[in-house]
Nanobody, 123 residues
Framework: QVHVVESGGGLVQGGGSLRLSCAASGRTFGSYGMGWFRQVPGKEREFVASISRSGGTTYYADSVKGRFTISRDGAKNTMYLQMNSLKPEDTAVYYC????????????????WGQGTQVTVSS
């Protein structure tokens, strides 16, 4: 079992940058594929990006491709989401997810979730 905690959210102007972190504890960090999802009130949770256990494979939603970068640091047991050129439509609660057998786009495939961190982008 793994426990994940997000941090790094906040308020930023459009065009600005933020870096989200997801700190993992429990079983070996390298045993888990991981992903970032986001959700706004009244809408379903949306895939943002994901990364394989080794970090060698990444996936991105079309809406963030070229602006966001997902990465992971095994020495720190932490996953990151570097968000550049932020837009007001990126405003959401961002969630970190982990799973032993999956690192793709489908939220229901992930077993472990954090509590989320709010990102607000002003226009």
């Amino acid at each position: 079992q793994v426990h994940v905690v997000e941090s790094g959210g906040g308020l930023v102007q459009g065009g600005g940058s933020l870096r989200l972190s997801c700190a993992a504890s429990g079983r070996t960090f390298g045993s888990y594929g991981m992903g970032w999802f986001r959700q706004v009130p009244g809408k379903e949770r949306e895939f943002v990006a994901s990364i394989s256990r080794s970090g060698g494979t990444t996936y991105y939603a079309d809406s963030v491709k070229g602006r966001f970068t997902i990465s992971r640091d095994g020495a720190k047991n932490t996953m990151y989401l570097q968000m550049n050129s932020l837009k007001p439509e990126d405003t959401a609660v961002y969630y970190c997810a982990a799973d032993e057998d999956y690192n793709g786009r489908y939220s229901k495939a992930y077993d472990y979730w954090g509590q989320g961190t709010q990102v607000t982008v002003s226009s």
